[in-house]
């Protein structure tokens, strides 16, 4: 290998392993360079205490970390069912090592470990070749409003919007924790959000009231591509929760309270509430995944069990006889009797977590009663990272 007119021994290199604390200080500087903007990353590892599973990985050279991977477990309640989620972020090499393959040697290391640990699903905020040829793939599906002053009418009475502050962690926790589908979550996580407002640029958090009671909440931020440009008149949706019928009309409030030029919205696919009000406004977007990411099911017979009440929810007991869920290196399989439906991990992925038609065909899905099964089963609800993006 090389680096600039060194050569650079395997041997000298010091990982794949989980950082070390007196290497802290050296990984917040090496992603300050990898990230200027991103305040919240920098941010993040200096008050970074090792989690029991997962955190900083790195390939350290001569002392000093040159190629670092965050790895985050969580767990999402799909309809009460908790899938177990491993999120990658923060993957940076520093610029004098990069193309030698340590980040691909980083990422291998935590697919790994992540599934050991537990994870069912990797989920990685990033969309390069770095990821897709470790196999994971663009999926979910979620309609993409892009929003224009004047699009939407204010149509709701009694409404009022206020920025949201710490105070109001509790009533954000129990808002989420209503949605059908959300992250596994403690109130102090909110709490720390709204203390840490540089965690996402120029982010405005907004609670809204209707006849004076809160019903809502609506998380705004600068879209990713406007790095750290403050005055740009655009803003996305982080994350929302809450009375649909309110948060449509706050989303006229928020463009002109903000003067915006554009509102962007990923409304996941079964959120038909939210896209029937906006549908019924001539509002419609693009069919998209989920924005920015990639993943991978990386434990499918392991997501299936954590998957256990939806899937005796959905199915008969005589559809559920002999239902299995099998993964084989890349091979994934579900079976039933004699008949088989076997996919790479990639495709079986796109089945599960499925992916807009305008993206990918649809998997060769079988037909008769594993079709569906399958047609019951999938594609699994969408979800918006939120405030566990990583
Ligand atoms: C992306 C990044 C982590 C890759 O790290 P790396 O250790 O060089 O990666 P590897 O050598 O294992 O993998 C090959 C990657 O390096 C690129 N590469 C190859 N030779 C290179 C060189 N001489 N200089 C820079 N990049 C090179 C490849 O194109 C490939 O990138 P791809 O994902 O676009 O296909 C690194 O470039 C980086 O830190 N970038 C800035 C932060 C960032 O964008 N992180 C990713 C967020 S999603």
């Known amino acids: 290998m090389e680096i600039g007119d060194r050569r650079l021994k395997i041997g000298e290199l010091d ?11 050296a990984s917040g500087r090496l ?9 919240g990353v920098m941010e993040e590892i200096r008050t970074y205490t090792p989690p029991r599973r997962g955190g900083i990985q790195v390939i350290c050279h001569r002392g000093v970390p040159v ?8 767990r999402v309640s799909v309809y009460g069912s908790l899938l177990r989620v491993a999120s990658i972020g923060g993957v940076c090499t520093h610029p004098d090592y990069r193309g030698l393959g340590l980040a691909t040697r980083l990422l291998d290391y935590c697919t790994r470990k992540l599934t050991a640990e537990g994870a069912r699903l990797m989920l990685i905020s990033g969309m390069r070749g770095l990821y897709t040829r470790a196999g994971c793939v663009t999926a979910q599906k979620f309609e993409y409003i892009v929003l224009k002053p004047g699009q939407l009418r204010p149509g709701v009475d009694d409404l009022s919007l206020r920025p949201a502050t710490e105070a109001d962690a509790p009533l ?7 949605e059908p589908v959300h992250f596994a979550r403690r109130v102090e996580e909110f709490a720390a959000h709204f203390r840490r407002p540089e965690e996402f640029t120029k982010a405005e958090d907004w609670i809204i009231e209707a006849t004076g009671r809160p019903v809502a909440y609506l998380f705004t931020g600068l879209p990713w591509e406007y790095g750290g440009e403050s005055g740009a008149d655009a803003r996305e949706v982080i994350e929302y929760a809450g009375s649909r019928v309110a948060l ?3 989303l006229t409030e928020v463009m002109a309270r903000l003067n915006l030029r554009e509102l962007r919205l990923a409304v996941p696919w079964q959120d038909v509430d939210l896209l029937h009000l906006l549908h019924e406004r001539g509002v419609t977007g693009d069919h ?9 099911i990386v434990n499918f017979p392991g997501l299936m069990r954590d998957l256990r009440p939806y899937v005796r929810a959905r199915l008969t007991r005589s559809q559920r006889r002999g239902l299995r869920f099998q993964q084989e290196g890349d091979r994934y399989a579900i079976v039933r009797g004699e008949e088989r439906l076997e996919l790479d991990g990639a495709t079986m992925t796109r089945l599960v977590m499925g992916v807009p038609a305008e993206v990918a065909h649809e998997a060769p ?3 008769g009663a594993l079709g ?3 047609a019951a089963l999938f594609p699994l609800p969408s979800f918006l990272p939120g405030l566990n993006y990583r």
């Open 288 to 296: 998209i995944p989920l924005v920015g990411h990639t993943m991978r």
């Open 248 to 250: 449509v009309g706050a």
């Open 15 to 25: 990982g794949p392993r989980p950082i070390r604390r007196e290497e802290l200080a």
């Open 31 to 39: 992603a300050g360079l990898c990230f200027p903007d991103a305040a």
């Open 372 to 374: 569906e099964i399958i």
């Open 172 to 178: 954000c926790d129990r808002l989420y924790q209503t």
């Open 67 to 74: 190629s670092q991977i965050g790895v985050y477990h969580s």
């Open 365 to 367: 899905v079988a037909s």
